[in-house]
Every structure is written in C-alpha cells, then in structure tokens.
T-cell receptor, first 113, second 108 residues
Framework: NAGVTQTPKFRVLKTGQSMTLLCAQD?????MYWYRQDPGMGLRLIHY???????AKGEVPDGYNVSRLKKQNFLLGLESAAPSQTSVYFC????????????FGQGTRLTVV | AQRVTQPEKLLSVFKGAPVELKCNYS??????LFWYVQYSRQRLQLLLR??SRESIKGFTADLNKGETSFHLKKPFAQEEDSAMYYC??????????FGEGTQLTVNP
C-alpha cells in the first residue's frame, strides 16, 4: 500500500521554465491538497480538490495551476517558475471533508535559480 | 475566514520537563482540530484529533471553545519528541488549514 506518492522528489529549475509535480494516491480518497512549506510560514495551501474533475484555490494560488482528471492523481503545474517558488511542496489526500486523517506525500524539494 | 495561529516558532525544553505547544484558531462555526507532527526526514503524520479525545505518545490536547484554543501538552517530554508540530483545522467546505508550526527541541 503506497499511500501518497509524489514525483519527483527533487528538482532544480531555471527561472521561466515550467514543470509539473505529480501526486498519486491509492486510497480512493476524494479530497486532495497541495501545500508549500517555507521556514517560519508553516504549510500554506496552494490549491485543493474535493473530487475528480474539481479544483479550488487555496491561500497562495498565484503562479500555480492544478488538474484532477483522475481521482487518484492531482497535478500541480508551474507555467513560468520564479525564485519565489523555491520551496518544499507537499501533497495530501483525505477520505472526506471531515475529521478523518489526511495522509501526506514525502515532499518535493524545488529550487528555482 | 478560518485561521490557525501557533505563536511559538521554536520551543526548547529539557527531557522530563512538561511541554505545552500553543494553538489558537479563528472560525465562526464548529471546527475539527488536529495536531500533525513531522519528525526529521519523515513525512507529516497525524498525532491526534480533538474528536477522538485520545492520548497519543503521552500527548493530549483539549479544545477550549471559549478561548478558541487547542493546546498540545505532555507532562514529561522525551528526546524522541523533538520534531515540528503543526496545528490544523478543517471546516465544512473542507479546507485543511495549518498553522505556522512549532519546532520542538527536547534537550538531554
């Protein structure tokens, strides 16, 4: 049982390049989230999805896009990377919008130079 | 808007001492509250949730609706408790919102 898997684990981008981060979960969860973790700022929600085909903006959505074409996958895209997007990105999934546990991926460390 | 505040970014205690990690929230309805923990080189994981009223690894947390707080407590800290702790809140509409985190260091 893999749980939540993020791809890739590390990446270095040049300013202006694009990339997609993939999050895959095998628990048949409805809810999926993308967060970024920065020192002193905790986990900030970028985008989230409450089901296949749906997405919604979080606290810091600018510069990112997402898609949830399949229930098990939640993709985070950076169209034109900026140094301010250097961060550790975490994906999470949750069975439903209630008090159930959220499961996290191992994180993706992205550096934009 | 919902918000979670953890006023202490860093907290350092000695082994065997009591520890309290503070969490305050703002939300007009009835939230579900959690504590998540991230040990070094590991992914975030759930520590406890207020609805289950459980004690995990000696930690407890009580929801105080009057003070809008959900502080995490442990009477005797252990070195293996050193980690980053996040308080989180979820509401109907399902945005799982985290605080800024508190880095706990338990010194020998």
């Amino acid at each position: 049982n893999a749980g939540v898997t993020q791809t890739p684990k590390f990446r270095v981008l040049k300013t202006g390049q694009s990339m997609t981060l993939l999050c895959a979960q095998d628990m048949n969860h409805e809810y999926m989230y993308w967060y970024r973790q920065d020192p002193g700022m905790g986990l900030r929600l970028i985008h989230y999805s409450v089901g296949e085909g749906t997405t919604a903006k979080g606290e810091v959505p600018d510069g990112y896009n997402v898609s949830r074409l399949k229930k098990q996958n939640f993709l985070l895209g950076l169209e034109s990377a900026a140094p301010s997007q250097t961060s550790v990105y975490f994906c999470a999934s949750q069975k439903g919008g209630d008090g159930t546990e959220a499961f996290f991926g191992q994180g993706t460390r992205l550096t934009v130079v | 808007a919902q918000r979670v505040t953890q006023p202490e970014k860093l907290l350092s205690v000695f082994k065997g001492a009591p520890v309290e990690l503070k969490c305050n929230y703002s939300y007009s309805g009835s939230p579900e509250l959690f504590w998540y923990v991230q040990y070094s080189r590991q992914r975030l994981q759930l520590l406890l949730r207020h609805i289950s009223r459980e004690s995990i690894k000696g930690f407890t947390a009580d929801l105080n609706k009057g003070e809008t707080s959900f502080h995490l407590k442990k009477p005797f800290a252990q070195e293996e408790d050193s980690a980053m702790y996040y308080c989180a809140l979820i509401t109907s509409g399902s945005r799982l919102t985290f605080g800024e985190g508190t880095q706990l260091t338990v010194n020998p």
